[in-house]
């Protein structure tokens, strides 16, 4: 398919071709801008399709609702307005022109010069633009960046990284999806203002270092930025070693834990310094805890081993932790052993304990410390016999765990 061919493709879709008749024309001109065209393209997936307008958000607001479309009104202090069609969101942006930067937010007008509107963003292959009859329009030579797998910055990289820092870790995060390498210029600006990186939330910090970490070539730009101290901001020494032996395609969290987590305290770290959510915060939790249990492994753990770490971290821990020895060790993701660990973690459940409290009453065993006691010794015994379910021996453990500790833990009310 020529590319030609894409784009009209692009163009033709209902959503798309909705939008286009209705805000485009009358004087105001609407194209499609940034990452839909640079995927289309490269033949590679869409996801949201942005569009830049001549018109101002009021005049876009005023036109979609005569077509009878749903707007929502998401950022239109900034000339953002998002068009839903068929469930689809399509966010139009009014041409806008930078006035004053501050290397976190810009203040910024409203314009009409697709060209200008161009040159105010980061990389020559986020600039190309779409219009309504198929026309590519290319101001900065982002086609030529494309073709050669290059991400390069618009103009002098340290003026654009000035304007926004985060466009540090975009430019490694976009080199790591779409880059054949690192772009000289680039890299040496970024390192040359990495202090910026300071400047930024820990939100923004987080999102944009997860999705750096789940891009297909990460781990060769996570060892440039960690040999250049550009992960300062992470807390701690990062590992890009481990991380270049992860396998792992498209897992943010999961790459974040090969490059930066030793220990259930990184965890935690990790999870103030990116602003990461509970639930991110206790994955990576489940993973160090794992990760310990078999620290220093060279072989795949046994089925003993594995049934165990299901019991104590869960599927996703023990997986994620089993992956993360495997990397440590430097054994490839196609060993066999490993491959039937990781088998054997997704497809058994995790042991449930055949007892209960109540069993240790029949027994009399009173509630409180005893009781608690009680149960540490009878689990310590049941994972030693290997999570055994038949009553016989299950009852057998229980009486176990009561003489175990007659003389020095508890004593039997009926003794």
Same mark, same amino acid.
């Given at each position: 398919?020529?590319?030609?061919?894409?784009?009209?493709?692009?163009?033709?879709?209902?959503?798309?071709? $909705?939008?286009?008749?209705?805000?485009?024309?009358?004087?105001?001109?609407? $194209?499609?801008? =940034?990452?839909?065209?640079?995927? !289309?393209?490269?033949?590679?997936?869409?996801?949201?399709?942005?569009?830049?307008?001549?018109?101002?958000?009021?005049?876009? !607001?005023?036109?979609?609702?005569?077509?009878?479309?749903? !707007? &929502?009104?998401?950022?239109? /202090?900034?000339?953002?307005?998002?068009?839903?069609?068929?469930?689809?969101?399509?966010?139009?942006?009014?041409? $806008?022109?930078?006035? /004053?930067?501050?290397?976190?937010?810009?203040?910024?007008?409203?314009?009409?010069?697709?060209?200008?509107?161009? /040159?105010?963003?980061?990389?020559?292959?986020?600039?190309?633009?779409?219009?309504?009859?198929?026309?590519?329009?290319?101001?900065?030579?982002?086609?030529?960046?494309?073709?050669?797998?290059?991400?390069?910055?618009?103009?002098?990289?340290?003026?654009?990284?000035?304007?926004?820092?985060?466009?540090?870790?975009?430019?490694?995060?976009?080199?790591?999806?779409?880059?054949?390498?690192?772009?000289?210029?680039?890299?040496?600006?970024?390192?040359?203002?990495?202090? =910026?990186?300071?400047?930024?939330?820990?939100?923004?910090?987080?999102?944009?270092?997860?999705?750096?970490?789940?891009?297909?070539?990460?781990?060769?730009?996570?060892?440039?930025?960690?040999?250049?101290?550009?992960?300062?901001?992470?807390?701690?020494?990062?590992?890009?070693?481990?991380?270049?032996?992860?396998?792992?395609?498209?897992?943010?969290?999961?790459?974040?834990?090969?490059?930066?987590?030793?220990?259930?305290?990184?965890?935690?770290?990790?999870?103030?310094?990116?602003?990461?959510?509970?639930?991110?915060?206790?994955?990576?939790?489940?993973?160090?805890?794992?990760?310990?249990?078999?620290?220093?492994?060279?072989?795949?753990?046994?089925?003993?081993?594995?049934?165990?770490?299901?019991?104590?971290?869960?599927?996703?821990?023990?997986?994620?932790?089993?992956?993360?020895?495997?990397?440590?060790?430097?054994?490839?993701?196609?060993?066999?052993?490993?491959?039937?660990?990781?088998?054997?973690?997704?497809?058994?459940?995790?042991?449930?304990?055949?007892?209960?409290?109540?069993?240790?009453?029949?027994?009399?065993?009173?509630?409180?410390?005893?009781?608690?006691?009680?149960?540490?010794?009878?689990?310590?015994?049941?994972?030693?016999?290997?999570?055994?379910?038949?009553?016989?021996? &299950?009852?057998?453990?229980?009486?176990?765990?009561?003489?175990?500790?007659?003389?020095?833990?508890?004593?039997?009310?009926?003794?």
């Amino acid at each position: 398919m020529t590319d030609a061919e894409r784009l009209l493709g692009l163009l033709e879709r209902p959503g798309v071709a $909705r939008i286009f008749a209705a805000l485009d024309g009358g004087g105001e001109e609407l $194209r499609i801008v =940034g990452g839909a065209v640079r995927n !289309v393209l490269l033949g590679e997936p869409i996801g949201d399709i942005d569009l830049a307008s001549t018109a101002l958000p009021e005049v876009n !607001v005023s036109r979609a609702k005569k077509a009878g479309l749903k !707007v &929502v009104p998401t950022g239109i /202090e900034h000339g953002t307005v998002t068009v839903v069609i068929d469930g689809a969101p399509f966010e139009v942006t009014t041409l $806008r022109e930078d006035v /004053e930067t501050d290397g976190r937010r810009a203040k910024v007008r409203f314009g009409r010069d697709f060209a200008a509107d161009a /040159e105010r963003r980061d990389f020559t292959l986020n600039a190309l633009s779409l219009d309504a009859r198929g026309g590519l329009h290319d101001p900065v030579g982002g086609r030529a960046d494309l073709d050669a797998r290059r991400v390069r910055f618009i103009g002098e990289p340290r003026r654009r990284i000035a304007e926004d820092f985060l466009r540090i870790l975009r430019f490694f995060r976009f080199s790591a999806r779409y880059g054949a390498g690192l772009d000289a210029a680039g890299f040496a600006a970024c390192v040359a203002l990495r202090d =910026g990186l300071k400047s930024l939330s820990r939100e923004r910090l987080g999102a944009e270092t997860l999705k750096l970490l789940a891009a297909p070539r990460a781990a060769f730009v996570a060892e440039a930025m960690a040999g250049a101290g550009l992960f300062a901001y992470l807390g701690g020494a990062p590992w890009p070693a481990r991380l270049k032996n992860l396998h792992a395609p498209g897992d943010g969290l999961l790459g974040l834990a090969a490059l930066a987590l030793f220990s259930e305290g990184d965890a935690e770290l990790l999870g103030a310094a990116l602003r990461l959510s509970n639930a991110q915060k206790q994955r990576l939790l489940g993973a160090a805890r794992a990760n310990a249990f078999w620290h220093g492994a060279r072989e795949a753990p046994s089925p003993a081993s594995l049934r165990e770490a299901l019991f104590h971290f869960g599927p996703a821990g023990a997986r994620d932790g089993l992956e993360l020895i495997r990397a440590e060790a430097g054994i490839s993701p196609q060993d066999l052993d490993f491959m039937r660990a990781q088998a054997f973690l997704r497809d058994t459940p995790p042991p449930t304990p055949p007892f209960r409290a109540a069993d240790f009453f029949a027994r009399g065993i009173p509630k409180g410390p005893a009781l608690g006691a009680a149960l540490k010794v009878l689990q310590a015994l049941w994972i030693r016999a290997g999570f055994p379910t038949d009553p016989q021996i &299950v009852a057998q453990l229980i009486e176990q765990a009561c003489e175990m500790g007659e003389d020095s833990r508890w004593t039997r009310r009926d003794r």
